[in-house]
């Protein structure tokens, strides 16, 4: 099995910063790809930014110039630097791992979320 605990979360004004972290342990031989999603109260879950383990990034159109991704992979951990906040931000953000087992068998696992609240 494979664990993802991510930490950061808060409560920052709008224009304010945060910054998401997220480690895997467990049985993993690697990591592909790692994202960070997030679902606001009453609305479905949404891909906000993934990276793959060369590092390519892909980001929600919008928090295009405001947040930013990244990942150390020898320590099993992704990032997610968010600047320039604002009250739609608000949500539950998940950490997400998609990969291969020591076992050969593949995961994709998730973290139990993290609350980001940003007032106006």
Request: aromatic content about 8%; glycine content about 10%; hydrophobic content about 30%.
């Amino acid at each position: 099995q494979v664990q993802l605990v991510e930490s950061g979360g808060g409560l920052v004004q709008a224009g304010g910063s945060l910054r998401l972290s997220c480690t895997a342990s467990g049985n993993i031989f690697r990591i592909h790809a790692m994202g960070w999603y997030r679902r606001a109260p009453g609305e479905q879950r949404e891909l906000v930014a993934s990276i793959s383990n060369s590092g390519s990034t892909n980001y929600a159109d919008s928090v295009k110039g405001r947040f930013s991704i990244s990942r150390n992979n020898a320590q099993n951990t992704l990032y997610l630097q968010m600047n320039n906040l604002k009250p739609e931000d608000t949500a539950v953000y998940y950490c997400n791992a998609i990969g291969v087992q020591r076992t050969s068998l593949p995961f994709n696992s998730w973290g139990q979320g993290t609350q980001v609240t940003v007032s106006s």
